[in-house]
């Protein structure tokens, strides 16, 4: 009869990043320099500013925050399974949260 041995817990460096965070980090990403097209080509103003320039904002910031929130959850020592759902809630939360 042969055993297996589980595989070991991944260190610190080991684990991964959080699927969700990088997923919209990377559509924020994506959408920024479609954003900086529209407020190059569009010269609709909305109260004397660009109309593209707060979806632009809004995008940069995601994606700074995705990253950043991303690399600290996957540096968590302890709690793991918590800091990773606390990173899906964070990602499933209303698309209107940053308002």
Do not use: C, Q
């Not at 055993?3 to 610190?12: F, L, N």
């Not at 980090?25 to 080509?41: G, K, Q, T, Y």
């Not at 109260?47 to 904002?57: E, S, V």
């Amino acid at each position: 009869m042969t055993t297996t041995e589980a595989p070991p817990a991944p260190t610190i460096t080991e684990s991964r990043w959080h699927r969700g965070l990088v997923g919209i980090a990377v559509a924020s990403a994506i959408a920024v320099p479609v954003l900086i097209a529209l407020a190059l080509f569009d010269d609709r103003m909305l109260l004397g500013a660009n109309l593209w320039f707060k979806p632009l904002k809004f995008a940069i910031s995601t994606v700074f925050y995705a990253i950043t929130l991303a690399w600290l959850l996957k540096n968590a020592t302890s709690l793991r399974r918590v800091a990773g759902w606390a990173g899906w809630i964070i990602v499933a939360g209303p698309p209107d949260r940053a308002h």
